[in-house]
């Protein structure tokens, strides 16, 4: 289906290895998020996007990096300087405003330290 | 501090009970607040937001400021109810704080 694919959906890093996770988006809109999801502590944000080029740390920004190169496509790099980085992560996407805004979610990648 | 607080890890019910999920938030300026669901193997999504006061699958929540809570509604809870809900705070222009969230379990 369209909207908001992520990719992979199962990913194993190394010890001292980054990965990137994709996220591409169809729906045209300009704002995209990503968000870290562990057992009990719900949804935290780490990264968010308002306007290609431009980007806002989240909560939890720490060991990680994102680009905004384009609308579509919104990719979260995790860092070796990530020192828990096995969690589950959901990219998001939203219009601006107006009483329709809402956030889209992908299905999500499962990241996994080997 | 900005922060959503939702006490319960799981509610368990049996079909056709009384529901209520609790959403409590800490914000200073005006809330914006939505209920996000996930239901088995579907991706997170839209259940309902303070600002539409609309009613969605029978579910309502009313934003009481007094109480700083949010918490969502069910009369009659539904097997199909069973899911993630998750209460959620936007607290600047696209940026979107949730909680804890609560496993829903409606036994048949």
């Known amino acids: 289906d369209g909207g908001i694919t992520q990719s992979p959906k199962y990913l194993f890093r190394k010890e001292g290895q980054n990965v990137t996770l994709s996220c591409e988006q169809n729906?045209?809109?300009?704002?995209m998020y990503w968000y870290r999801q562990d057992p009990g502590q719900g949804l935290r944000l780490i990264y968010y996007?308002?306007?290609?080029?431009?980007?806002q740390k989240g909560d939890i920004a720490e060991g990680y990096s994102v680009s905004r190169e384009k609308k579509e496509s919104f990719p979260l790099t995790v860092t070796s300087a990530q020192k828990n980085p096995t969690a589950f992560y959901l990219c998001?996407?939203?219009?601006?405003?107006?009483?329709?805004?809402?956030?889209?979610f992908g299905s999500g990648t499962q990241l996994s330290v080997l | 501090a900005q922060r959503v607080t939702q006490p319960e890890k799981l509610l368990s019910v049996f079909k056709g009970a009384p529901v209520e999920l609790k959403c409590n938030y800490s914000?200073?300026?005006?809330?914006?607040l939505f209920w996000y669901v996930q239901y088995s193997r579907q991706r997170l999504q839209l259940l309902l937001r303070?600002?539409s006061r609309e009613s969605i699958k029978g579910f309502t929540a009313d934003l009481n400021k007094g109480e700083t809570s949010f918490h969502l509604k069910k009369p009659f809870a539904q097997e199909e109810d069973s899911a993630m809900y998750y209460c959620?705070?936007?607290?600047?222009?696209?940026?979107?704080?949730f909680g804890t969230g609560t496993r829903l379990q409606v036994f048949p």
């Open positions: 959620a705070l936007k607290v600047h222009t696209d940026k979107l704080i």
């Open positions: 914000y200073s300026g005006s809330p914006e």
């Open positions: 996007s308002q306007i290609v080029n431009d980007f």
């Open positions: 998001a996407s939203s219009s601006h405003g107006g009483s329709n805004e809402k956030l889209f």
């Open positions: 729906l045209n809109h300009d704002a």
């Open positions: 303070h600002i």
